[in-house]
């Protein structure tokens, strides 16, 4: 079975921070997404990676950026964390033409 | 804009009942259409969907694409309270990104 671990279930930040949150998946999958759920908005892409090293914005990419070292991990960083990024964060990973296999989330309030 | 519309947005339902949840979206660059569960934690995978008029069927649970009309239903017959979920529609344009729907929150009352 395919294991998306996700680094906190819950994360609680002041406004200006910088926050790491980590995904880690185990099945050797090229394409790794973030997203965030909101209430009423389904899930909307923040950023993906197909490649180790490489990164593509989705539809909300502002005040976020990726980083993906490893081929299994994927990191969304928050560069100055702010109230509007109260969120949940969920992360997934995929090969081509398959479907995407999500992480249990990370809840983030940004206080 | 390549949107997906779930509709309805929620439904409260009891034990027993049979019910239809509903997605449509945008032809541009179509290669499938994907349903997931969410409970409480990560949405799981249900169904992908390529081919009109062929349903996928897991136990309680069919699906269906009609890619003339640009839609899907999901049906969930004998609902039980562990159906309780956000059910979730994606459609695929690429060989890798998603474009999901907004959920529809169904409850199932005891």
């Known amino acids: 079975d395919v294991k998306v671990t996700q680094s906190s279930r819950y994360l609680v930040k002041r406004t200006g921070e910088k926050v790491f949150l980590e995904c880690v998946q185990d099945?050797?999958?090229?394409?790794m997404f973030w997203y965030r759920q909101d209430p009423g908005l389904g899930l909307r892409l923040i950023y993906f990676?197909?490649?180790?090293?490489?990164?593509e914005k989705g539809d909300i990419p502002e005040g976020y950026s990726v980083s993906r070292e490893k081929k299994e991990r994927f990191s969304l960083i928050l560069e100055s964390a702010s109230t509007n990024q109260t969120s949940m964060y969920l992360c997934?990973?995929?090969?081509?033409?398959?479907?995407?296999?999500f992480g249990d989330g990370t809840r983030l309030s940004i206080l | 804009e390549d949107k997906v519309v779930q509709s309805p947005l929620s439904l409260v339902v009891h034990e027993g009942d049979t019910v239809t949840l509903n997605c449509s979206y945008e032809?541009?660059?179509?290669?499938?259409l994907l349903w997931y569960k969410q409970e409480k934690k990560a949405p799981t995978f249900l169904f992908m969907l390529?081919?009109?008029?062929i349903e996928k069927k897991s136990g309680r649970l069919s699906s269906i694409l009609d890619k003339k009309e640009l839609f899907s239903i999901l049906n969930i017959t004998a609902t039980q309270t562990g159906d309780s979920a956000i059910y979730l529609c994606?459609?695929?344009?690429?060989?890798?990104?998603?474009?999901f729907g907004s959920g529809t929150q169904l409850t199932v009352l005891p």
């Open positions: 990676s197909y490649d180790v090293k490489m990164k």
């Open positions: 994606a459609r695929a344009g690429s060989a890798r990104q998603l474009t």
């Open positions: 390529t081919s009109s008029g």
């Open positions: 099945m050797d999958h090229e394409n």
């Open positions: 997934a990973s995929s090969t081509d033409f398959q479907p995407q296999h």
């Open positions: 032809v541009t660059n179509f290669r499938s």
